[in-house]
């Protein structure tokens, strides 16, 4: 697959700083050479073919069997289109560490397969501090607002909601805080805003992009009641 898109290639497996993988079946096809790296593999040839449980210790955080919770997970991805959660991953020299993965789904001339990503955040970047402070500089405009101001970390999980949250979803804050991106919206809607900040963090390294850039997508959004809302998001990075 890979090697028909050369561009797709060079675009999210080359350049990417998570590990990408492709599965079909229950075997990887393709990683990236972000994967190697963080795996700690000598080649590609090490995790090729392997299933994804063999990536991972023989158990999760929860005491369940990495086997059968990924089986479990990858049926999801493949019945649902997209499924992300967290995971414990063993790399090469037996080192465990945290990852956040995000699965999706797809067809290719006929062969279903999965999308991965698999970001490692053993080493997360955003302090608790820096967020901490970018909260308070916010939290006096946001009180008074009749918008939803609302903040999320590169997880694309909440870890600041305005109280307005109360009156346009009907959720408290403590309860929204709780759910994760595919429990607030529409999984599809869901999936381009993640597609979007993936694009977005590809940015941040490139010279002359605007730090101060923002970014506009509409997501349906569901309220506590099960209904559904049109919004308008505007999303920008905090440093």
């Known amino acids: 697959m890979i090697e028909q898109n050369p561009l797709f290639y060079k675009q999210l ?25 963080i795996l700690r593999a000598d080649s590609s040839d090490q995790i090729l073919l392997s299933h994804p449980s063999e990536i991972s210790p023989p158990f999760q955080k929860n005491g369940v069997n990495s086997w059968e919770l990924s089986q479990k997970f990858m049926r999801q991805c493949y019945e649902e ?3 992300q959660f967290d995971w414990i991953h063993r790399r090469l020299n037996g080192e465990d560490f945290p990852a956040e993965v995000t699965l999706t789904s797809f067809e290719l001339a006929g062969r279903k397969m999965i999308y991965a990503i698999i970001r490692d955040i053993s080493e997360w970047t ?14 006096f405009i946001a ?25 346009v979803k009907g959720f408290t804050v403590e309860e ?12 599809e809607d869901v999936r ?13 390294n490139q010279p002359g992009v605007d730090p101060n850039r923002s970014r506009r997508f509409q997501m ?10 049109w919004t308008e998001q505007s999303m920008s990075f905090i440093r």
């Not at 009180?143 to 870890?159: A, G, K, P, V």
């Not at 349906?220 to 809302?229: A, F, T, V």
Request: charged share 35%.
């Open 220 to 229: 349906r959004e569901y309220k506590k009641d099960g209904s559904i809302i």
């Open 192 to 204: 381009t805003a993640f597609g979007a900040l993936q694009e977005e963090l590809q940015k941040e």
């Open 81 to 83: 289109g997209f499924i």
């Open 126 to 139: 955003v302090s608790e501090t820096a967020r901490k402070d970018a909260e308070d500089r916010l939290r």
């Open 176 to 187: 929204a805080l709780k759910l994760r991106a595919t429990e607030t919206a529409h999984r």
């Open 13 to 37: 497996f080359e350049l990417s700083n998570d590990a990408l993988l492709i599965i079909e079946g229950e075997k990887i096809i393709q990683c990236n050479p972000a994967c190697v790296r």
């Open 143 to 167: 009180d008074n607002s009749e918008d939803i101001i609302w903040m999320r970390d590169l997880r694309f999980r909440y870890t600041y909601l305005s109280p307005s949250v109360v009156r």
